[in-house]
């Protein structure tokens, strides 16, 4: 069996035998027995099931860090190859399973190789899906046991051509928030509105009102943001006035500032228009991602590296931001570093969108990952 074809293997095993964030128990078991036969020294359960390797080359005191996701989600396959999910409501529909192996090849082509000068960590993270896999890490001293310098990762991008690499420097991701609004009145009866206090009337200004923050609050040209009301709901009935709406939503920024401002600013929304109203109201705003920022010198590496893995004519490192999420924002808060995406493909093969029931990760960039990652540590680690 050749290299890649090993690969694969993993890939397809760790596709059949997925699990869900913080439960990656049988994941990181087999990620740790292959970096062991690997050679590469071996930290289990960091983050509660995530996995550390690390290998060191020459005396150099330079350190870097490649990361992948491992948790799968609550997905029911459709798919009908042989490397189906063989848990019932559970697969890997949005690649975990190959930028695990892709990194795993890396691990095993650098362990083979030693064609560096310093210490590569392989970060094996638990629950990005839930956002509190890097976060549990981090609290398990990932940074402080180790002197990590700088960190990578890799998500694939379906839609895109397959192995071809966007990225940019600066915020390349958004945060992702929600919130939930409750409006508390009297209600009353629906033929009577004027005995009672209205929280449907109340809610409909607060949703309007929402939309005015982007627009007002926001600068146009360098604080892109979303807030969309996403639920409206009440308790009351034909012929009742209802006493509470609870109103929740979803917002999206590229910026730290940005996200402290929307979350001021829709609580003063709410409580203007509670306040005119005369009701009360209560307020609770989540922070689940930040948004993902790349640094600039490593960006610049990772595109060198990029060009050299799958050709100068397949990188794009000036993209356009995206507004999906990503955890690996909270790695970055606390090291610099650069997250690519690295297209999976378009139409049959590999173009099925991200958490969909019939995607699959496209096996064709696996070697480009591996081959990546291995460019990206002799760049940086050099002798």
Sequence with gaps: MDFRQQVVKWRHHIHKHPELGLEEYETSEFIAAKLEEFGIEVHRN???????????????????????????????????????????????ACGHDGHTAMLLGAAHEL???RNFDGTVYFIFQPDEEHGSGAKAMIADGLFTRWKIDSIYAIHNMPGVPAGQVITKPGSIMASESSFEIDIIATGGH??????????????AQVV?????????????????AVI???????????????????????????TDEALKKIEGAIERVVAGQCMSAGVDYKYKFTNTFLSTINSAKETEQAVLAAQKAVGCENVNGSCQPL?????????QREVDGCYILMGNGIG???????HKSDYDFNDDILMKGTAFWQALVEDCLTF
């Design 228 to 254: 969309s009301v996403t639920e409206f709901s009440t308790n009351g009935t034909v012929n009742v006035i209802p006493s509470k709406v609870k109103i929740t939503g979803d917002t999206r920024s590229f």
């Design 190 to 203: 629906a033929a009577l509105p004027h005995m009672g206090t209205d929280p449907i009337v109340v809610g």
């Design 46 to 92: 960091i983050g509660k099931t995530g996995v550390v390797g690390i290998l060191k080359c020459g005396t150099s005191e330079r350190s870097i860090g490649l990361r992948a996701d491992m948790d799968a989600l609550s997905v029911i396959e459709t798919n009908c190859f042989a490397h189906k999910s063989k848990k019932s409501g559970i697969m890997h």
């Design 323 to 331: 507004t999906i999420s990503e955890d690996f924002s909270f790695m």
């Design 111 to 113: 362990s083979r190789t």
């Design 208 to 224: 309007v009102a929402l939309q005015t923050i982007v627009a007002r609050n926001l600068s146009a040209i360098d604080e892109a």
């Design 348 to 354: 049959q093969q590999g173009g099925a969108a991200l």
